[in-house]
Nanobody, 125 residues
């Protein structure tokens, strides 16, 4: 397991943008997947966006075209750029890593063995 730390959350208005960052990946992300999940108080953890070591990206339908997942190789962080935010995007956002994950497990939270503690994003309408 790798200790991950999210940052960048906050309270914004609908239509605004927020950029989340996940530190701690260092040089350990050499295979498998990294991803962002989110969880609201009444829901299970939900896949938001994933990045394979190959560089391929994957998104939940609800965020496609609005969110972008990238890796900053200088800062060694995983980033999530969130644009055109909506009220339903309000949640706690978590980054996760799974070096041994295959593609078919990318969207399953149970597949990931390293997690951050989360950062709250609140979007007001």
């Amino acid at each position: 397991q790798v200790p991950l730390v999210e940052s960048g959350g906050g309270s914004v208005q609908a239509g605004d943008s927020v950029r989340l960052s996940c530190a701690g990946i260092g040089s350990t992300f050499r295979s498998g997947s990294m991803a962002w999940f989110r969880q609201s108080p009444t829901k299970d953890k939900e896949f938001v966006a994933g990045l394979r070591y190959s560089g391929h990206t994957y998104y939940a339908d609800s965020v496609k075209g609005r969110f972008s997942i990238t890796r900053d190789n200088v800062k060694n962080t995983l980033e999530l750029q969130m644009d055109s935010l909506k009220g339903e995007d309000s949640s706690v956002y978590y980054c996760a890593m799974c070096p041994r994950c295959i593609l078919s497990s990318l969207r399953r939270a149970q597949s990931y063995d390293s997690w951050g503690r989360g950062t709250q994003v609140t979007v007001s309408s």
